[in-house]
């Protein structure tokens, strides 16, 4: 992630630049994640949201939706007072807004468990991952396929459902 942030930046002060809304969106969300990755949560959580900004207004769904899942993501992963009730708001949100989008609904669901899961709103986050987890194997999704299913062993576990989740 080190090396990425290099290159990163220098694509979005290119894209800044040149006027490509969105790219620039593109890279933000990019250099977001990096930023995160490397513990930085403030901006990463910063990126991400000008990132869906920017695809809100170029009409971008799969970046608008996927930056606020990363949004929703790094805020429980800050975990600082304010910030599951801001996440809880935001995958209420992604779970409405990504139904027509299937792998998306996945990833929106996914991220309501993690924050239900955070929240240690047990019963929740094991709606969400069941859910997330159902989808998933139906067929793949672009990122978080992993972590979906380890959300849902933690859920298990968190729940007392040691075997289901062995």
Known sequence: ????????????????????????????????????????????????????????????????????????????????????????????YLASEARSHPSLYTEAMFALARVQLARRVLEGALEAASEANQRLAAGPIEEWDEYIRLTMIEALFASGMNEEAD
């Open 1 to 92: 992630f080190e090396e990425a942030m290099t290159m990163l930046e220098r694509a979005l002060a290119d894209e800044r630049a040149r006027r490509m809304r969105i790219l620039e969106a593109y890279s933000l969300h990019n250099v977001g994640m990096s930023y995160a990755r490397l513990g930085n949560l403030d901006d990463g959580i910063l990126y991400q949201r000008q990132a869906a900004r920017i695809a809100d207004e170029c009409g971008a769904a799969r970046l608008r939706l996927n930056a606020r899942v990363y949004e929703t993501i790094f805020l429980v992963w800050r975990g600082a007072p304010g910030a599951l009730g801001t996440a809880l708001n935001l995958a209420r």
